[in-house]
């Protein structure tokens, strides 16, 4: 697709299609919030599949359209939170308590916002989701699916996962613990497929 100078094309191209599934992944957390504190988790189950996959698609696109995406720094925000709507909504509907929940969801969204290192967001994200499993497999009758899908997940995104994912991770945590800062935010995009 070609565009002009001004960034104006006839059409979408990969990475507008990216930006569209990183706004729906945005815009879905509201919507997560509002079933899992309602106790819905069967359609609970069936967005957080849905928004799993848009992440994992619009990585893809935006890698393969060659030029920045628009909402690049916020397709790790999404992420974050998306995963502390789950762990807001898991206290609200009383799955488990607030003294639990509170500092994961706030910390995910407060260091979403505030840190350019990605690995305690990250870890707060496995936390929150990991209780969003619990929570599913007690009281959804789709809880298969999620398991299902992280199976599916894993084995699509395997290599990802420990050529990009996992080393992000522990260069963000040697960072954090060592005090260092970035130069620019790190984006897990950014480094090598």
Known sequence: MDRD???VGAGLDRADVADLLT???LL??????????????DAAVLVVVIAWWTDFLDGRLARKAHRETRLKDWDFRADAWL????????????YFSWWVIAPLAAGALVMS???SNPAAV???????????LMAIHLWADLWWLAVLHVIVFLAAGW?????????????????LVSGRGRD??????????
């Open 28 to 41: 879905s957390a509201p919507i997560m919030l509002w079933l899992v504190s309602n106790r819905s988790l």
């Open 159 to 175: 290599r990802r996962f420990w050529d990009v994912v996992w080393p992000a991770f522990w260069a963000g945590l040697a960072g």
């Open 122 to 132: 990250m870890a707060g994200i496995a936390v929150q989701y990991g209780m969003f």
């Open 23 to 25: 706004l729906a992944r």
């Open 83 to 94: 995963a502390s709507a789950v762990g807001l909504g898991l206290g609200l509907g009383g």
């Open 184 to 193: 620019r935010r790190l984006v897990l995009d950014d480094w090598a497929e």
């Open 113 to 115: 916002v505030l840190l």
């Open 5 to 7: 100078a001004s960034g």
